[in-house]
């Protein structure tokens, strides 16, 4: 079974001394990287094979060494971004039942109520343990990731080889990376984006320049310039706050990029144009995907005039289909087929949302004559904030929580740079008193922070069934959604 | 005094997990595991409505400590 560890031997061998990994206090060549990797790898061997090990890191030269190292080992690698909510946070332990959590100090921290139950440490800490040198059967497994579920329960999505080599290829092929590329990447490596960039770079021997986050736009657009970097990753908020708030500097910093690369969240025509305008030369693509089914198609603007308003074409041996409710209709729900979807959820769960190797996204959508691809909403009322799907009912489950709450309903309402964020419609418990920032205080306790809502406005009651049940889409259409 | 004492709550108010204790002027970005492109735009805000300034994007760019926040706010005002 070819898996990502292959790259990394062949670079290792091939190219040794040339750097894979820069961040701002560290890099490795792909020596060390190989060397560091197969160390964490002989560690994991006192757990049983194909076991589940956690990881929790920011963006960082050992998130990097540990997924390596777990994979090398033919475990699981369960990802779990350190923004986690606690209650997710447990959601996904009890779920999985990792046999330990990688971290560093700084999170363990924050984590201190779980550690009786789970073995949580520090990456530093385990490199002392014992090591010892086995051959492990590989699990078909690579990594396991959560995304928000259209239930209350996160749903895991176990990730295979098959799946990530697959998708991978169809990355370089399409956009053409090479091994004299430098990577500039300022995405999570928590969430399927950033991830596979780090797994593109892998497969083709190039360099990435790995930042924390997106936070200090200047210090990237600098590192653009000063690594000579010639691709860049980023979410549209960010590419439309740079092309808004500084063209200038974005033109000087990033004319040497053959490559900017977003994701599936709508880009906003506008940033579209300017990106285009102010740098001719340069590719610019976007992709559609979800973590169970990463880059479903690609879409290059530069190559495709007036079809700006599509998230492409179908990636090469991807099908995508339209399902209709009625066979007049346009639209209807976006359904996927291919190498790059997974089988099943973790634990066989949502088996629903699988027909005959087709994934129902809940995406709707249409496609057009020459095959291109539009987004044009949700199926379900899943809220799209900068990119993370977020599921109301786990708001409004939170905000249940406090008394003098009656009834509560969280919506997406458009937002300039995030694209949606959340508001919350609160009924209050007649003759109880509660204030905006009472509410939004207790969501940041038990929330993660792009679940947190923008705004909060106090209704008298919500539009129902003659059952009693609220009618969501009335709630958009009295325009709660734009005030 | 006073206006370090708001910026401070404004932290506290945005940084769930702060406290008395653990408030650090000093402490970088890169040291919160929760001050992300959400929380920033939040403190932004919340700074703005509560001194009645406005921050550019390239201040708010600048800023990666509460005592950044601090300064910016006392230059302005």
């Known amino acids: 079974m070819t898996t990502i560890i292959d790259y990394l031997e062949r670079y290792k061998r091939d190219s040794p001394k040339k750097i894979f990994i820069q961040t701002e206090s560290q890099s490795l060549t792909f020596e060390d990287t190989y060397n560091k990797v197969s160390k964490i790898c002989t560690i994991l061997n006192q757990f049983p094979e194909k076991s589940i090990i956690s990881i929790m890191f920011d963006n960082s030269t050992e998130f990097v060494l540990s997924y390596l190292g777990i994979i090398k080992s033919g475990r699981i690698a369960h990802i779990i971004p350190p923004s986690i909510s606690k209650k997710n946070f447990l959601k996904q332990i009890e779920s999985c039942n990792p046999e330990i959590i990688l971290t560093l100090n700084k999170f363990i921290n924050e984590f201190k109520y779980v550690k009786n139950e789970v073995n949580v440490i520090d990456f530093y800490e385990f490199q002392k343990q014992n090591s010892s040198h086995k051959e492990n059967q590989v699990s078909d497994i690579a990594s396991l990731i959560y995304t928000s579920g259209t239930t209350s329960s996160p749903k895991g999505v176990p990730i295979k080889h098959s799946n990530i080599i697959f998708t991978t290829q169809n990355i370089v092929n399409v956009l053409g990376y090479n091994n004299l590329d430098i990577d500039v990447i300022p995405l999570s490596l928590s969430h399927s984006f950033g991830l596979g960039c780090l797994h593109t770079s892998l497969c083709v021997g190039s360099t990435i320049i790995l930042h924390r986050n997106t936070m200090n736009i200047l210090d990237i657009l600098n590192s653009i310039k000063e690594n000579n970097a010639t691709t860049f990753a980023a979410v549209p908020a960010t590419l439309t706050s740079l092309v808004n708030n500084f063209p200038e500097k974005f033109v000087e910093k990033c004319n040497g990029l053959r490559l900017i690369v977003t994701n599936s969240t709508k880009v906003p025509k506008d940033t579209i144009h300017k990106i285009l305008h102010l740098l001719p030369n340069t590719k610019f693509a976007t992709y559609y995907g979800l973590t ?127 694209g949606q964020v959340v508001k919350l419609l609160v009924k209050k418990v007649d003759n109880k008193e509660i204030k905006s920032s009472e509410i939004i205080a207790h969501c940041k306790q038990n929330l993660e922070r792009f679940k947190v809502p923008m705004e909060v406005e106090f209704v008298s009651d919500f539009p129902r069934t003659e059952h009693g049940k609220v009618i969501r889409f009335m709630l958009q259409e009295k325009n709660y959604g734009n005030s | 005094m006073e206006i370090e004492n708001e910026i401070k709550k404004i932290f506290l108010g945005v940084f769930a997990n702060l406290n008395d204790e653990n408030f650090d002027w000093n402490a970088k970005q890169e040291d919160y595991s929760n001050w992300d492109s959400f929380a920033h735009l939040e403190l932004m805000t919340d700074i703005e409505a509560k001194f009645n300034i406005k921050i550019s994007p390239e201040d708010a760019l600048s800023i990666r400590t509460a005592l950044d926040l601090s300064k910016l706010v006392q230059s302005r005002i």
């Open chain 1, 292 to 418: 169970e089914a990463s880059r479903s198609t690609f879409m290059i603007f530069s190559e495709n005039d007036n079809k700006e308003e599509s998230i492409g074409k179908s990636a090469p041996d991807v099908e995508i289909k339209i399902e209709k409710e009625k066979s007049e209709s346009k639209k209807g729900e976006i359904w996927i087929r291919g190498k790059n979807v997974i089988e099943n959820y973790w634990n066989s769960e949502f088996a629903e949302k699988f027909v005959e190797g087709w994934l129902k996204t809940g995406d709707l959508g249409f496609l057009d004559e020459d095959g291109f691809l539009y987004l044009t909403g949700r199926k379900d009322h899943i809220i799209n904030v900068g990119g993370e799907k977020v599921n109301p009912e786990e708001i409004e489950n939170i905000v249940k929580m406090l008394d003098s709450i009656e009834d509560v309903i969280a919506m997406g309402i458009e937002h300039p740079l995030f």
